[in-house]
Every structure is written in structure tokens, then in C-alpha cells.
């Protein structure tokens, strides 16, 4: 989501901010929040053309019936020299760009700001950080036309970036800029990084990174811009382009369109002719659940912004998030108003079940409860440390690529929660007799993730002997009707001598004994834990 | 006779307990102690009886004790330090203080607090890096106070005079030879009731506890003793359910009573499942790392090559009309394995699995999901979500509506709101907000939505609708817990467990 921070006193030049008016901006998906004089936004990810307050007014006015359907914007033809050419280089490290020119601008500084927000918003989320789309924006009185597209190696790129003093190389950029050292993974193992050029050979910028500080600067004496977007998806540049174009036209400015030449295919940009789309109604009405009529969609779908005809649609060239039928079919639900549908359960029967594990689960807890014990749920993941107290070999460990807290594991048992629990508890009244069910985790290559989950049950008296335990699990296991046995074995971290392994169905399911003192004193623990951790895969295949 | 007929009431009502010290109420507590024979717990009992029955006033004191500490405990038995060296010095005189070191047998910390000891109580003198014996013959016997205080602790503080609390305040100074404890100590003090009372020897002829005797023998002609029914007992706790599990258990039987099959599946899936199959696109900002727990050194194995091709084409150039992400899509990427971010995995799994004549199918599940965020009282790595699907020819939108309006109302919540909203994998999408009667604000609760025709072509075959559900369970668990940090949720205080109501809704 991106937030957008607007003046109020702006907004309120064109809509007024009625208690009704809010109303209806929410019910369009626009979460809005106003206090004194500022009014704040969300703009979710499938809309970036609502990203500028010029995208944002036009939604609106069409939404509250002010200015329904397609909005036209005026592109003038290219003049002389508003070429570009894509040389061949850029191929296989940033193919594409597409361009205009708008003149008639009045800049101030408040202005300059507000594009850089657009700009920075548009990288934000769907240029994805600068990589999938960047856009540039430079004076058109400091260059001189036509412009290339190129690629060429580090050392023979020199100039002084945006906000410099120097003339740098391409590697000195990366090195010693903000902005170069925040985007220069995008450049990463590339032989040759992209420029644009003008006729006289001036670098103007080495996009995704930064602009030049002679040619790519613009200042409030700017009245004319030569704008372009480069990166990897041609159909988003293009959308990308014609999102700030128009709000660049809503701003006072006059288009013009620019000749791309990529080899022989000549392009002209930006385009702003609408897509054409069917749409069924019987598919709208199938799928919502009304019973519209063609002249319902007539007055539904331009409020979104929509020509709509005979069953054609016509999508203005900035909607970036249309890819099927259903997408418009929602857009008549927001026209329609989600709060005018009427919620209704159809009489269709189904069973309904809880899974045999929920059940089974159910019943032991129901058991364990009558004992008197507390059920506890912790986290799947552990600490580090936690690993390390519990002696984890490397094979048991698995891995979190990175995580913002200590926890940097997940469990491969229920004993390790259960420690931590009790070394945290060692303040509460005792005895403290616990347990929980719960899924472990372990390496295991015949699986689809490589990872076999198990659901385990860890039952901890505390202080707690071997014969009490023992006493639990054997009750459990009485009303379950199952039979068990236990073996003597050894286990790290407890007692040799008083630690079994739970044998059912002739299968080894868990461990049962008493943790050793210098465990507990390990994990400051100060009162004996008699403990067992069973698998429950046996006992679900009792049922 | 009013009063008369007032203590006589009250005598009634006494336990065995109080009767046994009222006799020696005019004296003071050791001494009630001493006569009555109560251990100290019974005794204040007794008098906590009779403080509700206005016969008394306790009066609550806090008192220093000095006890023993670990370190304290060892000398007491062995000796002190100081001991140990002045006893050295007896046998040897004059000696380096290395030598006097290594016949002490004191670590080193200890070896300087001797000396500095012994040199403040004039007992040695050290000179040239050697240590000469000062102390009379009659000095060395003599117990130092120090040792004295050892013997009687542990003891309050007032107690202590003179040379003792010196030695207190010397000892205190170091490593763990005695601590001091904040104790309450009671007294009390006689009402006008009360001095009625006291003194008086009760007998009374009152039954106590009903015994198997009573029983066969009859009580004809006895009373009982009327006991203080007001008086607070000591309390007890039982065994229980987690209270997230308690709420869980409840919104599962919402389920199932609608009519939904409960289904379940792993915790760490691949993102084949987590996002490629739920049409997510491979550089969508949730399968960055730094918001979704990746494992490391794994790779997943994909399912069948149909699937996973049908899936590639959806997400390159789409599918069933649609125009697709248009990119290319890449195997390893789906094949990295995640903590899953969603329930929502599950239903991609079980579509996968549908048969068309099973259809209309509804399924829920209840599962955690995982997030990579910081821990803090608005964050928190793990949640429940309340996940579910429905496959029908005929759903619609407002039958979406419909079920969660039910399921919502069920939990308790009247006023509920649809707004609109955006998920990758559904459309149209819904927000459901609930309307928090107290803070008289909309909570957000999460998505719902029908799932995209590019998600469920791959995994149904044709584009069936599949009205889809996945919300944040959490926030409905701490709005009835009224908890306000996130981390109690899964903290496992067990006196909070202890103290957690039931759930009831």
C-alpha cells in the first residue's frame, strides 16, 4: 500500500470533503483519514494511476458523477528532431523506454515537489524499487534533440550526477552517491550500464540510477520536459508513461509525442488510445449475483472512469490493472456500491466436518484438562540459543533465511518450547503441569518441501518425577485404548537411567523421563520437569 | 442482653481455630502462639477469622529479616575467611603474603577481605608485602561478631545492637554471606467486642465437619456450627484449553455447522503453492525477503509438469481470456520454500485436488501463518487466520458476502461492513470491517474475495467461481481478551492462563 499525504485545502478546490462525500470515497476502496488540514490516503498496488492527485481527482469526479467516462487527454504530434533511438546494446540490461514531451509548464517549487513524489511513489510499487520501470524527467532547453538509448561500459561513462560537485565514472556513481549505492545491485554483473544521450553527445542520465546535474536538473525557470521511462515490460512503461503524462496535462502542461526507433520498428508514445474489451452482462450478473440491465452498466461503468457501448468497453491507456473480464465486473461492483448488495447464504447442502487430526487432538486435550493440566501454544520458531542449550545437531537445524527477531529457527521438537516456558514461568505458583500439541519440524528429502511436519504432544509436570509422568501417559493412553511399552534409552538432557522411548503399534513415537538437573540449571529452571513428547501420526492411525 | 445475645451469636460461628486462641487473646502473638499450639499459617488464619468477625484488628507491620546467604550458609558450617587466616597466622607469625595465601587455602577475592578485615580490627599488621600476627592469644578465641551474628540469624533487624549491627553492616558488604528479606509481621488489637470475648474459655458442644460416624450415628439434639459463609476461600485453579484454542474450537464449530469439511496441510510449503498457484507474480513485493520467512538451503519439489506448465502460462501470458503478468516465469523461484504467509496455500492445494462431481464442495481451516516482522505490542511474527473456500457453478458475490456475514454475526459481531479492496488471486475483492461497539471504530479484519479465473483454471481444469476467504484471526481473540499486547497472545504466563475466562460467545 502507498499512503498519499494531500493538502486538504487542494483536494477541497475541486471535491468538497462532506461527511457524504467521505462516505463514498471509502466505499470505493479509498481508505481516507482526514485531520485539521491534511488528508491521508491508501492507494492499493493494482492502481497506481491514482498514485498522483491528478490520477486520484479524475477517479473520484467520475466516481460522484461530476465528470463520468473516459477522460480525454490531447497528445499533440511529434515536431522536428522528438526522436529517440533505442540502440541495440541495451538488450539484455534494460530493453526498453518510452518517451514524451510537455511543454507550458508552470514549476515552483511545491510542484517540482509533488512530481518527485509521484515519480518516487510510481518506483515505489509498481516500477518495483526502480527495477521493473524508472522514470527521468530533464529540461528540454538544457538538451538537444533527438535523444539516444545506449549502452555502454563503466569507465566510458562520465559525468556529474544530480547533486554533485564532480565529474564521476559510472563505478565512482555507484560508489559514491546515496542513490547510487541504494540502487547499484540493479547494475549488478552487467558489462555495460544504460545511458541517454542528446544530439551533442551529453549524457543525461544513467537510468535506473540518477540523472545529471547539468541536463537532468529541473528548477522552477523549467517550462518545458523531456520525459522518459525505461525498463524491462514494455506494456507497464507504456501505462507508466502515460500516468504521469497525464497528470502532467491536468497540470496545465500540452503533450507531445516522441518517435521511438528500436531498429526498423518505428513507435509513437505515449499513447493514450483506449483498449477495447467485451463484457458480458450475463457473466457480471452471473458472478455477482444482480440482475442489471444494459442501461444499468451504462450509468455504472463510466463512473469508474469507463466509455462503455453495446457490450464494448473502452479502458483508459493508464489502467494498469486490467487483465480479464473480472476485473471490470468488479469495477461494476464498486459502481453498484458494495454496501447495496444484499449478503445471502444459498440453499445449497454440504456437510460439514472437522478433520480426524482435529478431533483426536480435541479428545486428548479433553483428557489431559481432567488431569489438571494447562495447555500451552508457543511459537513454531526458536532462538538460537535455544538450539545451541539443546545441543541441536546440524541435520536436526532448520534454517530461516533472515528474520527481524532472535527467533531464527523453526522447532524441531516440543521439548525446547516447553523449557523456555518454564524457565519464564519460574515465578508463578507451582506445580506447573502443562501441555500442548503442536507441529515439529525435520528434514526429510522424500517429501514435496523436503521438510516432514509432524504433529507432536508434549506433556511437562513440573516438579515432576518419572512415576508421575509415567501415571499421565498411562491414563491418556488407558482412555484412548492404546498400548504402549517403554524401552530404556538414552536422550540428551536427561537422566540416564529414567528415560524411555514410547513404543506403539511396535514403532518408537516419542521419549518419556526426567529432565537432568544440569539441564534445568542450564536453562534456569529451579524446580525438577518429568516430561514426555510423543508423535501423534500412531495414535492418528488408531482411529 | 442486646450484646448478650450478640456474642452468643458469634460464639456460634467460631471455628476450632479461633476458639483455641481466644482464651489468650489479652496477650501478645508469640506467646498466643506458645499457648495455643497453631503454627504460625493456622494462627493467622484464626486471626484473620476474627478480624471478619469484628472481634479484632490486625495491624500489618514490614519487618527486615536477615538470613543467611549462599556463601553465608558455607562459612557458618566451615569458617570465615578471616577466620581461616587469622587461624594461619597463629601457626605462622611472620609470613609473605603469598605463603599465607597458600596455607589459607582463599581464593583471591577472599584473601583480600580477610586481610582488610583483620588490619581494620587491628588483628595483623601488613608490612613489606608480609603479614605479622597482632592479636593476644585471648583475642584469637574470642568470637568475632561477625561469627556471632551467623549463629543467630536468621533475626530481625531491630534486634540488633551495638557491635552486631556493625558486623551486619560489614557482612552485608559482601558477596552473598547474608541477605535480608522484607517480612509483614501482624499484630493486633482488641475491639470493644473483642475485649468481651477475650479471655473467655468457649466450650461449646457444636458439631464441626459432618464425619462417616455422624452419619451412622445421627446428630439428633446437636448443633452444628454455623460457619462464615462471606468469608473468602483459598483459591484453586484447573486444567485447561489455550484460550487461543478455546476460540479457535468455537469458530471451527461456526464452520462446520455451515456446512464446511475441514482441511489441512503443511505449515512450510513452497511458494509454488504460497504464491505461483495463487496467481501471485514472481516480483511481487510479498515474496521479498524481507517480509516473508524463507528456509534456507531448500529446495521444493514442484507437483505434476501439467500443473505447474498451466501455471507458467497464466502467469506469461495468461489464460481463459486473460492477458496474463507478462514475464517470464521462472521454476526456482516457485521452488523456494517459505513459512507460509497465508492459509490461503491450503485451498490452492485442495482445488487441486477436487473433483468435479464432488462439486458444490465447502472447506475451512483455521491454521497459523508467518510473517517476518519484529516482535512488539502491535507486532508479531506468527497469527491465526480463518481460512475458506466455496465451489460452486452458481456462487456469487453475494452469497461471499452472505457466508461471512453469517460466520462474523456468529462471533459475535453485529455491524459489519464490505469495502472494497485488492488481493493478487481475487476479483472482485472485499475488505470485511467490523464495528468495535465500544471504541465505536471499524476494525479491519482482513480479505475475501472470488478467485481470479487465471488462478483457478490451472487448478480446477476450468474456470469454476471459488469464492475465497482468508482473515486475521488474532485481533478477534485479543478484542474478547481485551489484551492490548500482542505478545501475551503466545507468552504462556501461566498465571495468566490460569486467570484467562472461558470462552463464551
Given at each position: 500500500?502507498?499512503?498519499l ?48 492527485l ?22 499533440n ?21 518510452v518517451?514524451?514531451i ?9 510542484k ?36 539516444r ?18 565529474e564521476?565514472n ?60 525505461s525498463?524491462?515490460?514494455f ?5 507508466i ?9 491536468d ?18 508514445t ?20 444482480l ?5 444499468d452498466?451504462?450509468k455504472l ?88 542449550k ?53 528434514k ?11 504433529k ?20 491418556l493412553s488407558?482412555?484412548?485404548d492404546i ?61 | 442482653?442486646?450484646?448478650?445475645t450478640?456474642?452468643q ?6 471455628s476450632?481455630?479461633e ?11 508469640e506467646?498466643?502462639k ?9 494462627l ?21 529479616i ?26 605462622k ?15 583471591d ?14 588483628l595483623i599488621e ?48 559482601r ?26 474459655e ?12 455422624m ?18 476461600v ?7 484449553r489455550?484460550f ?22 503443511p ?5 509454488f503453492?504460497i ?16 517480509d ?5 538451503n ?41 513459512l ?34 519484529t ?5 508479531g ?8 473456500i ?16 453469517e ?9 459489519i461492513?464490505?469495502?472494497p ?13 467490523i ?24 487448478l ?35 498465571k ?10
Open positions: 500500500m502507498a499512503t499525504n494531500i493538502s486538504k485545502k487542494e483536494i477541497e478546490k475541486h471535491i468538497k470533503l462532506t461527511e457524504e462525500n467521505i462516505e463514498k470515497i471509502m466505499m470505493m476502496g479509498i481508505p481516507i483519514e482526514i485531520s485539521e488540514d491534511n488528508v491521508t490516503i491508501e492507494i492499493t498496488p493494482n492502481r497506481p494511476d491514482l498514485l498522483s491528478q490520477g486520484l481527482l479524475r477517479y473520484i469526479k467520475s466516481y460522484l458523477g461530476k465528470e463520468p467516462g473516459l477522460k480525454k487527454y490531447k497528445i504530434k511529434p515536431e522536428k528532431n522528438y526522436k529517440i533511438k533505442i540502440d541495440s546494446s541495451v538488450n539484455n540490461i534494460r530493453p526498453y523506454t518517451c514524451a510537455i511543454k507550458n509548464l508552470k514549476f515552483d517549487n511545491e517540482i515537489k509533488e512530481i518527485i513524489d509521484i515519480q518516487e511513489k510510481l518506483h515505489a510499487t509498481i516500477g518495483r524499487n526502480r527495477k521493473k520501470a524508472a522514470i527521468g524527467i530533464y529540461p528540454l532547453e538544457k538538451i538537444t534533440l533527438p535523444i538509448y545506449e549502452a555502454r561500459s563503466p569507465n566510458e561513462i562520465k559525468f556529474i550526477p544530480l547533486e554533485a560537485n564532480e564521476m559510472a563505478l565512482e556513481i555507484l560508489q559514491r552517491t546515496p542513490t547510487g549505492r541504494e540502487y547499484a545491485h540493479l547494475l549488478d554483473f552487467m558489462e555495460k550500464y544504460p545511458i541517454f544521450l542528446d544530439a551533442k553527445g551529453k549524457i543525461l542520465s544513467m537510468p535506473p540510477i540518477i540523472n545529471s546535474q547539468e541536463t537532468g536538473k529541473i528548477t522552477p525557470s523549467t517550462k518545458d520536459v523531456f520525459i522518459e521511462c525498463g524491462s515490460d506494456f507497464i512503461l507504456k501505462k508513461l502515460n500516468i504521469i503524462v497525464s497528470a502532467l496535462i497540470l496545465g502542461g500540452k503533450a507531445y509525442a516522441m518517435e521511438l526507433e528500436y531498429g526498423k520498428n518505428k513507435i509513437t505515449p499513447d493514450f488510445t483506449p483498449e477495447k474489451m467485451k463484457i458480458s452482462l450475463e457473466n457480471a450478473n452471473k458472478l455477482l449475483g440482475n442489471l440491465k444494459e442501461k452498466l451504462e461503468l463510466p463512473r469508474m472512469g469507463y466509455n462503455y457501448k453495446n457490450g464494448k468497453i473502452e479502458i483508459p491507456a493508464w489502467r494498469t490493472d486490467i487483465l480479464h473480464e473480472v476485473d471490470i465486473i468488479e469495477d461494476i461492483a464498486i459502481a453498484y456500491g458494495y454496501d447495496n448488495f444484499i449478503p445471502e447464504i444459498p440453499k445449497v447442502a454440504t456437510i460439514g466436518e472437522e478433520s480426524k487430526e482435529t478431533k483426536i487432538e480435541s479428545k486428548i486435550a479433553e483428557t489431559l484438562i481432567g488431569l489438571g493440566l494447562i495447555e500451552t501454544s508457543s511459537y513454531h520458531l526458536i532462538k538460537i540459543d535455544e538450539a545451541k539443546a545441543k541441536l545437531k546440524e541435520n536436526e537445524k532448520i534454517e530461516l533465511e533472515t528474520s527481524k527477531t532472535e527467533f531464527k529457527l523453526v522447532r524441531p521438537n516440543l521439548l525446547i518450547p516447553s523449557l523456555r516456558i518454564f524457565a519464564e514461568n519460574k515465578d508463578n505458583e507451582y506445580p506447573q503441569k502443562i501441555f500442548e500439541i503442536g507441529t515439529i519440524f525435520e526429510d528429502n522424500k517429501t514435496e518441501t523436503g521438510i516432514k511436519e509432524t507432536h504432544l508434549l506433556i511437562a509436570l513440573s516438579p515432576g518425577n518419572f512415576t508421575e509422568i509415567k501415571q499421565t501417559f498411562d491414563y488407558r482412555m484412548l498400548k504402549y511399552e517403554i524401552e530404556q534409552t538414552e536422550r540428551q538432557g536427561l537422566i540416564e537411567g529414567r528415560t524411555g522411548k514410547i513404543i506403539i503399534n511396535n514403532k518408537e513415537t516419542g521419549f518419556i523421563g526426567e529432565v537432568h538437573p544440569e539441564t534445568l540449571k542450564e536453562w534456569n529452571i529451579k524446580l525438577p520437569v518429568a516430561l514426555l513428547e510423543i508423535s501423534l501420526e500412531e495414535i492418528f492411525k488408531c482411529f | 442482653m442486646e450484646k448478650e450478640e456474642i451469636r458469634i460464639i456460634e460461628t467460631l476450632p481455630l476458639t483455641k486462641i481466644i482464651p489468650f487473646l489479652k496477650e501478645d502473638i506467646k498466643i506458645e499457648k495455643s499450639g497453631l503454627d504460625e499459617v493456622s493467622l488464619r484464626a486471626l484473620k477469622f476474627l478480624e471478619n468477625k469484628g472481634i479484632i484488628k490486625i495491624k500489618t507491620a514490614k519487618k527486615t536477615i538470613d543467611l546467604g549462599t556463601n553465608g550458609i558455607y562459612y557458618k558450617k566451615n569458617y570465615l575467611p578471616e577466620r581461616k587466616l587469622l587461624l594461619t597466622l597463629e601457626e607469625n611472620h609470613i609473605s603474603l603469598d605463603e599465607a595465601k597458600k596455607l589459607s587455602k582463599l581464593s577475592n577472599e584473601f583480600k577481605v580477610s586481610i582488610g578485615v583483620l588490619k581494620d580490627k587491628a601488613l608490612t613489606n608485602n608480609k603479614l605479622t600476627l597482632k592479636a593476644t592469644k585471648e583475642e584469637i578465641i574470642k568470637k568475632m561478631p561477625e561469627e556471632s551474628l551467623l549463629e543467630i540469624l536468621p533475626i530481625e533487624k531491630e534486634k540488633l545492637k551495638d557491635e552486631m549491627l556493625l558486623a551486619f553492616e560489614n557482612l552485608k558488604k558477596k552473598d554471606i547474608i541477605e535480608t528479606k522484607e517480612k509483614n509481621i501482624f499484630d493486633f488489637e482488641l475491639t470493644d467486642l473483642g475485649k468481651e470475648i477475650a479471655g473467655k468457649i466450650k461449646l458442644d457444636l458439631l464441626e465437619e459432618v464425619t462417616p460416624e452419619i451412622k450415628e445421627g446428630v439428633k439434639g446437636k448443633k452444628f456450627r454455623k460457619y462464615d459463609l462471606s468469608y473468602p483459598p483459591q484453586i485453579n484447573g486444567g485447561k489455550h487461543v484454542n478455546q476460540s479457535i474450537e468455537y469458530a471451527k464449530k461456526i464452520w462446520t455447522d455451515l456446512g464446511f469439511k475441514e482441511m489441512s496441510g505449515l512450510i510449503d513452497s511458494s503453492w504464491f505461483d498457484a495463487l496467481f501471485t507474480p514472481q516480483d511481487h513485493p510479498a515474496r521479498e525477503m524481507q516473508t520467512f524463507f528456509i534456507k531448500i529446495l521444493a519439489k514442484l507437483p505434476e509438469k501439467k500443473l505447474v506448465n498451466a501455471v507458467k502460462q497464466s502467469h506469461e501470458k495468461g489464460i481463459e481470456k486473460s492477458k496474463g503478468w507478462n514475464y517470464e516465469w521462472k521454476e526456482k523461484e516457485a521452488q523456494k520454500v517459505v507460509r504467509t497465508h492459509t490461503t496455500g491450503l485451498s490452492a492445494r485442495t482445488l487441486s485436488k477436487l473433483k468435479e462431481e464432488n462439486l458444490p464442495a465447502k472447506y475451512f481451516a483455521i491454521g497459523k501463518v508467518f510473517r517476518n516482522e516482535v512488539d505490542w502491535s507486532h511474527f506468527e497469527f491465526y487466520q480463518t481460512e475458506g466455496v465451489i460452486d457453478k452458481n456462487a456469487t458475490f453475494r452469497n461471499l458476502l452472505g457466508y461471512l456475514k460466520f462474523y454475526e456468529k462471533m459475535g459481531y453485529k455491524k461492513k464490505f469495502v479492496s485488492f488481493f493478487p488471486y481475487t476479483e472482485p475483492s472485499v475488505e470485511i470491517q464495528f468495535h461497539p465500544d471504541k465505536k471504530i471499524w476494525l479491519e479484519l482482513g480479505g475475501a474475495g472470488i478467485f481470479r479465473p487465471e488462478l483457478t483454471t490451472p480446477l481444469g476450468k474456470p469454476i467461481p471459488v469464492l475465497a476467504w482468508g482473515q486475521g484471526f488474532d485481533r478477534i481473540i485479543t478484542e474478547f481478551y481485551k489484551i492490548k499486547d500482542l505478545r501475551e497472545m503466545y507468552a504462556n504466563d501461566i495468566e492462563l490460569r486467570n484467562k475466562k472461558i470462552w463464551i460467545k
